[in-house]
Each structure stands twice: as C-alpha cells, then as structure tokens.
C-alpha cells in the first residue's frame, strides 16, 4: 500500500461504509441543522466573514516582488508560491508551442473532511470560508483546506483548527487518503492529499462550521457557487454508495483495456515544459497592473490587497490568476447493457505530472477558441453547446478561490444517444462503477472530472 492510492477497506467494512453514507445521502434535511436553519448559518457566516478585496499595482503587494533576472513574482520568504513562467511544445491541441505563466507550489496541501456519526446517520464537518477570489465570499469548504504554509504558520498566523485529525488520524478511521492534483493549465504538478477521517463526539463544531448530511450537501452542489472546488475533489473520493456492483463485468471496455488505453495516452502524447523566467515570455506582457497575454485571452496575473477578520491572518496580499471568460465543463453520459458510463478525454496538460489525465468530454473556456476555424475548435464543443438545454445537471461553480480570482465555470451533464461517434483516440466511454475505481488512485482524474463525479452521485 502507498500513501498516493486510496486506503482499500475489507469488503464486509466497504459494504458498511457505503450503507452509512447511503442512509446520510437520504437525509435531505439534516439532524444536527435543519435545512432553513443552515441558510441562516451560511448567511449569518457571509456577514460575518466579509472581506474587502482590492485590485492593487504590483509594486503596492506587500511582501512579494519580480525578480530582478528572471522577472518571476515570488514571496520575500521563499515560501507559499512562484508565478513563472513556462515554455511548452505539445501535440494536444491545435496550438503546438506556446509560452504561459504558471503557479509552482511545489508544496503538498490538505483537503480534509472529517465524519461523525449523529443518531447513527454519518455528518460531513463542512466549513464556511472566504476566499478572496470568490466571487460571493463565502463558499462551503472541506473541514480542513491547508497548504504546508499555512498548516507550518509561515505567515505567523494563527493554527489550523482540526488539522491533527488528519495528520495524526487515529487507526482505522481514514476512509479515504489520495493525492490528487489540480488545474493542469494553471499550477505545475500542484498535488494535495484528499482525505475522509471519521471522528468521535470529542470533535465539535465551532463557529465557522457546520455538521451536515450527506443530502444537504449533495442539495447545495445544485447551486451555483456555493460548495467550493477543494470540497468538490474531496466529495468524490468518498465511497460510491449508489454504485451496483453488478455491473461491473457489464462496462463496454474491460478494466485492462480502459487502464491500457490510459497508459498508451500518456506514452503517445507528447509535453515538454520547461521553465522560463516571466519577464522572458513569447506574447505576454507587464504593466503595473496585470501580466497578460497580447491578445487579451486565456488568463491574466493580478495584485489583490485583501483584509478579513476570520482568517488566520487579518491582511495580506498576493498574486491571483483571473481567467477570461466562464469555462465549460461537460460530460457526455449514456447507458450500456443498463450500465452508466461517461464520455472521458485522455486530456495532456503542461503542469500535469503524468503527462495526461483524465478530464471532462470538453474542457475549456469557449471565448478563447472563437477566432479560431471550426475545424480546430475543441471537439464535441458545438455538441455541448447546442445540447446543454437538455442537461441534467448545469450548475455554474467556482474555482480555488486562494488563487484565481472569480474563475468560474458551467459544469454540465448530458445525457447523449448510443450512437455518438468517438473522434479520436483521446476518447473512451467508461462505466461509473471503472471511474470510481480509478478514483483510488492518483493522477487518473482531473479535478473537473472529479467535480463531475461528485454532480453525477446527485442525481437520482
């Protein structure tokens, strides 16, 4: 067993695992806080974690500065994150070289959600946290959503609450423990360690958090912005408690197969990024205000000054990523043999540490290929376009709001006929209960793919 892959109960104790989280998916109005009492607590929690967010020039941010060789923006200490810039030649895609700025956070986070049982029906500690790229404030978050800085106080603020219960958790009660990575385009190999520890009534809920079903929160992923994209990923690492076992010998592609096609993917696909100082950038440029790119797409750097009284530190700025335009991600979903399967994309992306994982049916912001012919635009994009009136699930969610500031995207199910044409070998249809296995492992599932997964266990 290793630390990167999800920690495999017996069966007896999977099948009770699941059992448990099926009766607190079916709780839809909560034990410990009612449904009506929870929109109070989170808008209670939204004035009480009001933060004032300013775009500010880059020589105003406190603590950071460019480099005067290489022109990266970095902290004085060393610590948190680098935007730097990356040089990249790739066969995915339409554009075969292109250079991009890019956030290096080489340090392994946490993204914990603790689990404890009320009147035997499981609760998920959920916490409400305002980050400054949100752009609503408050969004639900995992118990505990920590970098290596901020859990070590690098910036002499105050402890992570909870945070011993997963890095000291106590024998037998981890339900999930995997690295997952992040947004490929925008961090280079950022990985973070997703956990679910269960817990004893010795763990309370303090101001800022709130123990709730399974149901609630499955209810509130159906509205925009509101879970955050950290809760997301560690959502989808719980056990599946509506997956049928007895389709597993009934998926379209056996197990081998669909592990092989990853494999010759991530082999056949070709990325080679290397660093290259921010200032040195082929078709972007700095002003005091923003690093953009020379056409006005994809993304920009910025300077936020940002205070807020609820977080470990009371003022502080930093560097965000704002994208331009709202992404789309979209799955294409359809059964075999009664057997649920999803439209997956073998997707190569610079900052991935293996080269490819596995992503959405379409993945990208639409307004940064629309000068582009037909013929090179994303494929199955005019598909998910045309078809999202009849999605069944179409939510708008935002990003990681420490670092990107109000990135956000339409995060769409669709439900397609049998006869849909595969265009390429980047794509392959596999079955729920082959996702979720892939899910106990690292680095097979981008962090839009597993947003999807968690949206796709909502519905009925």
């Not at 494929?379 to 376009?385: D, Q, S």
Request: charged letters at 25%.
């Amino acid at each position: 067993m290793t630390a990167t892959t999800l920690l495999r109960p017996s069966r007896s104790e999977e099948l009770r695992i699941r059992s448990r989280l099926a009766a607190s998916a079916a709780a839809r109005d909560g034990g410990v806080l009612s449904n009506a009492r929870l929109a109070e607590w989170l808008e209670d929690r939204r004035r009480a974690q009001a933060q004032r967010v300013e775009r500010v020039p880059f020589a105003e941010l406190a603590g950071w500065g460019f480099d005067e060789e290489t022109g990266d923006l970095r902290h004085r200490s060393g610590r948190f994150f680098t935007v730097h810039g990356l040089r990249v030649r790739s066969d995915f895609g339409p554009v075969a070289e292109w250079d991009q700025p890019i956030i290096d956070q080489p340090e392994i986070g946490i993204l914990g959600i603790a689990l404890r049982d009320f009147d035997g029906v499981p609760h998920l500690l959920m916490q409400a946290k305002s980050e400054p790229g949100n752009v609503n404030g408050v969004q639900l978050s995992p118990t505990v959503q920590a970098t290596r800085s901020n859990y070590t106080r690098v910036h002499g603020g105050s402890a992570v609450p909870y945070l011993d219960c997963f890095r000291r958790p106590r024998p037998g009660s981890v339900v999930a423990d995997v690295l997952q990575s992040e947004q490929g385009s925008w961090f280079l190999r950022k990985r973070n360690r997703n956990m679910i520890v269960e817990v004893g009534p010795e763990v309370e809920a303090g101001e800022d958090f709130a123990w709730l079903t399974l149901g609630q929160v499955n209810a509130l992923l159906g509205a925009d912005d509101t879970v955050n994209m950290d809760a997301r990923t560690v959502l989808s690492c719980l056990p599946d408690w509506r997956q049928d076992a007895g389709g597993a010998d009934r998926a379209l592609h056996t197990d081998t197969e669909v592990r092989s096609w990853i494999t010759r993917r991530r082999a056949e696909h070709e990325v080679v990024a290397a660093p290259v100082g921010l200032a040195r950038l082929r078709g972007w440029h700095r002003d005091e205000r923003a690093v953009s790119h020379e056409r006005g797409q994809h993304f920009s750097v910025v300077a936020v000054d940002v205070a807020s009284g609820r977080r470990e530190v009371p003022a502080w700025s930093q560097p965000l990523l704002q994208p331009h335009g709202v992404g789309l991600a979209a799955l294409f979903v359809r059964r075999v043999d009664g057997v649920p399967h999803a439209l997956l994309r073998a997707r190569a992306e610079a900052g991935f540490a293996t080269v490819a994982e596995l992503g959405p049916t379409v993945q990208c912001t639409p307004e940064n290929y629309a000068h582009l012919p037909e013929e090179v635009r994303p494929p199955y994009l005019a598909e998910a376009l045309a078809w999202r009136e009849k999605a069944v699930y179409d939510v708008v969610q935002s990003e990681e709001g420490g670092r990107f500031l109000h990135a956000r995207s339409h995060y769409a199910v669709i439900e397609v006929e049998d006869a849909l044409p595969l265009v390429s070998d980047e794509f392959q249809w596999v079955s729920r209960p082959q996702i979720e296995d892939l899910l106990r492992y690292s680095h097979h599932l981008n962090v839009q793919a597993r947003t999807l997964v968690a949206a796709l266990r909502t519905l009925s």
